[in-house]
């Protein structure tokens, strides 16, 4: 076991809920629920607990585990470990590639969050009460129209971030989970609970949870182990910089388990409170994007209690946006940390800046440079497409290449505390199903 080198997590429930916080992010409020409601229902789901299994738990452990045993950030731990092992330096790459996806994701998801924190005022002032669709419509299309808008809030979101990174792992990272977790868990529970109460939770239960297995194909098999690879926020290099902070104590499978229970719990949760919502009003499920910016605030702004159900929904979202933000940057800092001479608050501003910077340039995708285009994508989706459909899977299969086929057996049946059986099951998983499972999601992602 490597030598504990830097700051620690201050026990595994915190660990357990900054990692969930991680994988909780803008994409369970609306994505999931969605994607079940769209996939099979209940088949959807059974296919996504399986694809989780043998994919997202191996690639998760393997990340964390390369944390834990480098006890750095992502590179240096990469180029460690491979030395260690007698490897070439260039699996390095996979720490780079991680590293890289984070800086790029938060540039453009800084964006999305900064949308979230102008809904909640706007519906804190009114802004939404009484208007029609078209009005809705018109609303979120000026402020995408507005590059001072888009400014103000990509902004002052990345302030809120940056804020909480720089406080560190025990001021910042956890006491950003031990208080932004709870409150998003309670949050979603009361407007599932206004949901049992429209008379409308019938229709969401059943959209969502009634298994279609005629609607499953394999586009649903390949949309389920997307999920379940990106929902766990693989291949961002995040797991393997929280690992880092983890200490021996901590089982690497059963706390896998935990945050992969919490992770789809709370997903499924926000199904069952923004569907009634909108079946309540009578609204289309189908939305996508436009489910959270356009077709909810329509809800909100003509029902009874809409503005104190609305803040309580945009609270959640922006939340669920942090908790995942702060895990985006924090990467970042750690190898600015310990690749520079810059204390942990100077390394944060950098990286944070750099990563505003970029997001500035995503923004103005949406106006001034709406025409400049790359390989026919603004940059915006570019940061996007490349980031989802090459670094992400190409960082989680190296990542589990690496722990399972040259890290060294001896380290590995340590580090897992499995036995025999449960070894040679991880064996099985780790080194054949799970690099195929990415391999399929990545040919699949460039078709």
């Known amino acids: 076991m490597a030598k504990l080198a830097h700051a620690q997590w201050s026990s595994r429930m915190t660990f357990v809920l900054a990692a969930a916080g991680s994988a909780v992010g803008l994409g369970n409020i609306w994505r999931f629920s969605y994607m079940v409601g769209d996939n099979g229902g209940a088949a959807f789901v059974l296919i996504y607990l399986a694809c989780v299994a043998l994919v997202g738990l191996p690639v998760l452990v393997a990340e964390w585990m390369i944390g834990r045993r480098g006890q750095k950030n992502p590179i240096n731990s990469m180029a460690e470990l491979a030395s260690k092992h007698g490897k070439s330096p260039a699996w390095a790459l996979v720490g780079i590639s991680g590293v890289l996806a984070a800086f790029l994701i938060l540039s453009f998801y800084s964006v999305i969050g900064g949308w979230s924190l102008n809904y909640t005022l706007g519906t804190v002032i009114g802004t939404f009460n009484g208007q029609d669709a078209d009005s809705i419509s018109d609303l979120f299309g000026s402020m995408l129209a507005s590059p001072g808008t888009l400014l103000l809030w990509h902004t002052a979101f990345m302030l809120l971030v940056i804020g909480i990174v720089a406080r560190g792992v025990t001021k910042g990272l956890e006491s950003a989970a031990r208080s932004m977790m709870p409150a998003?868990?309670?949050?979603?529970?009361?407007?599932?609970?206004?949901?049992?109460?429209?008379?409308?939770?019938?229709?969401?239960?059943?959209?969502?949870?009634?298994?279609?297995?005629?609607?499953?194909?394999?586009?649903?098999?390949?949309?389920?182990?997307?999920?379940?690879?990106?929902?766990?926020?693989l291949g961002m290099g995040i797991m393997m910089a929280y690992g880092s902070y983890l200490g021996e104590d901590v089982n690497l499978i059963s706390t896998a388990r935990t945050v992969i229970i919490l992770d789809t719990g709370i997903a499924l949760l926000a199904g069952l409170a923004i569907f009634p919502i909108v079946f309540a009003?009578?609204?289309?499920?189908?939305?996508?994007?436009?489910?959270?910016?356009?077709?909810?605030?329509?809800?909100?702004?003509?029902?009874?209690?809409?503005?104190?159900?609305g803040l309580m929904f945009f609270?959640?979202?922006?939340?669920?946006?942090?908790?995942?933000?702060?895990?985006?940057?924090?990467?970042?800092?750690?190898?600015?940390?310990?690749?520079?001479?810059?204390?942990?608050?100077?390394?944060?501003?950098?990286?944070?800046?750099?990563?505003?910077?970029?997001?500035?340039a995503a923004l103005?995708?949406?106006?001034?440079?709406?025409?400049?285009?790359?390989?026919?994508?603004?940059?915006?989706?570019?940061?996007?497409?490349?980031?989802?459909?090459?670094?992400?899977?190409?960082?989680?299969?190296?990542a589990i290449v690496f722990v399972a086929w040259c890290l060294k057996r001896e380290s590995v049946e340590t580090e897992l505390g499995l036995s025999a059986t449960g070894i040679s099951l991880w064996?099985?998983?780790?080194?054949?199903?799970?690099?195929?499972?990415?391999?399929?999601?990545?040919?699949?992602?460039?078709?």
């Open 184 to 233: 998003l868990v309670v949050l979603m529970l009361v407007l599932v609970g206004y949901g049992v109460a429209s008379g409308h939770f019938g229709e969401a239960l059943a959209f969502m949870f009634r298994p279609d297995w005629s609607a499953v194909n394999g586009g649903v098999v390949l949309a389920a182990m997307g999920q379940a690879f990106f929902t766990l926020s």
């Open 364 to 398: 103005l995708s949406f106006n001034v440079w709406a025409d400049f285009q790359i390989i026919g994508l603004n940059i915006f989706d570019l940061l996007d497409t490349f980031t989802s459909k090459i670094l992400l899977p190409l960082t989680g299969l190296g």
């Open 427 to 447: 064996n099985i998983v780790a080194r054949i199903i799970a690099p195929i499972g990415v391999i399929i999601v990545f040919v699949a992602g460039l078709i």
């Open 281 to 309: 009003n009578g609204l289309s499920a189908g939305e996508g994007p436009g489910l959270i910016f356009v077709t909810l605030p329509l809800a909100f702004g003509n029902m009874a209690g809409g503005t104190l159900l």
């Open 315 to 360: 609270l959640l979202l922006t939340f669920a946006a942090l908790t995942s933000a702060i895990s985006l940057l924090e990467p970042v800092v750690e190898m600015m940390e310990e690749r520079t001479s810059l204390p942990r608050v100077s390394a944060t501003l950098v990286s944070g800046v750099a990563v505003w910077m970029l997001g500035v």
